[in-house]
């Protein structure tokens, strides 16, 4: 279906009730693996819609088929409700100066917006997908240590009939046409301690993590691609006279490159063992990974790619930049599977307390939503 002036105009005319359920959404604490709130309050908005046969899975995706039979292609198309904050009151809103300030109103609550209004277009005018079912899709975990657990959740149920996947994050002014791959784990180390007059001499916990974390930055890290790392938490001890038992950090290492990603990983594990030699207790636990691009058809990717591009430009007037990111498109894309991440708002500040989106954004990315889930029907 091509973008019609009746759907232009439908999005013109439904502009307020947008802007509502945005100040409404954006409110509702949703922090990784705790969106119980934000997903019950999608999954009833969507059935008053006229969305029929909505349902919410155990990772707490909220999932609207259409179209779908036992066997055809999918589609998906998603944005996330988890926010970065840990909030469990809601969350402080206002607006002022044309600008909506919230945390995570841009990430990813107004994309949300975008995907929830065509969902009720749909609805409203009971169509049906021509040639594929689709997947719309409120999903979990996309931030931190959510690890894409929403969007696993959807590949492993549905990943051998998907055939694209599109997802709404971010902001219009560019497209991740590839990945970013990461592992992240908590490193726990342990000693025997004790009084820091009486005990000492004594194996220090903290002085051993801080030899760890010095071994760690003096890694060059491969070339092939773009590489890093980052020691983001250190934790440990007990008191300013005791010699500590414990400590622990958060690590993480991320690359567009897969070899890269292995080649890192195989100088992370290298430098464990090295303490662990030494006997010390050093205990691993992997929080997060996030798989690299795989082989994917480069001439349906780029279709993909060209279509979301040209619905930015379309409603934004923008030329888009292309580049890696870490999104829910790491899984689908690490598959095979052609994919795409498009941003429906222009805003700033994200992943901070001073988030905002711009207002007179929000209706260009309802538009270009709907260009692109339309294009099916």
């Given amino acids: 279906m091509e973008v019609t002036q009746d759907i232009l105009r439908y999005m013109d005319e439904h502009g307020q009730e947008a ?32 969305c029929k046969g909505v349902y919410m899975d155990d990772a707490l995706n909220v999932i609207w088929p259409v179209g779908c039979t036992q066997s055809n292609d999918l589609v998906v198309y998603m944005a996330h409700s988890d926010v970065v904050f840990p909030d469990t009151e809601p969350l402080p809103l206002k607006v002022e100066d044309g600008k909506i300030f919230c945390p995570g109103v841009g990430d990813d609550t107004a994309c949300a917006v975008s995907l929830m209004m065509s969902a009720k277009y749909i609805a409203e005018h009971d169509l049906c997908p021509k040639d594929v079912g689709l997947l719309l899709v409120i999903n979990s975990g996309e931030e931190g240590l959510g690890n894409l657990k929403g969007s696993r959740k959807i590949m492993e149920d549905f990943g051998a009939r998907v055939v694209e996947f599109v997802t709404f994050d971010g902001y219009a002014r560019r497209i991740a046409n590839t990945t970013v791959g990461s592992k992240r784990y908590k490193v726990e180390i342990a000693t025997e301690g004790g009084h820091s007059y009486g005990a000492f001499g004594n194996r220090n916990a903290i002085a051993y993590l801080a030899s760890l974390i010095h071994t760690l930055y003096d890694i060059k890290v491969p070339t092939r691609g773009k590489t890093t790392f980052n020691v983001g938490t250190i934790s440990g001890g007990t008191s300013v006279n005791t010699i500590a038992q414990n400590a622990e950090m958060l690590y993480e290492f991320r690359s567009d490159n897969r070899e890269d990603l292995a080649e890192m990983q195989a100088h992370f594990e290298a430098a464990i063992a090295f303490y662990q030699a030494k006997g010390i207790g050093v205990t691993l636990t992997q929080v997060g990974d996030r798989p690299c691009m795989g082989e994917i058809d480069p001439v349906r990717q780029q279709a993909l790619v060209a279509r979301g591009a040209r619905a930015v430009k379309n409603h934004y007037g923008y030329d888009v930049v292309y580049g890696p990111s870490s999104t829910d498109c790491n899984i689908p894309m690490s598959m095979g599977i052609p994919s795409i ?35 099916h029907f």
């Fill in 19 to 50: 802007y509502d359920l945005l100040i409404e959404l954006a409110q509702i604490p949703a922090p990784s693996n705790q969106e119980e709130k934000r997903a019950r309050f999608c999954k009833n908005w969507l059935e008053r819609q006229g």
């Fill in 341 to 375: 991440c498009v941003g429906t708002v222009v805003g700033g500040k994200a992943h901070t307390r001073e988030e905002y989106v711009e207002i007179d954004s929000l209706l260009p990315g309802l538009k270009t939503a709907a260009e692109l889930i339309l294009y």
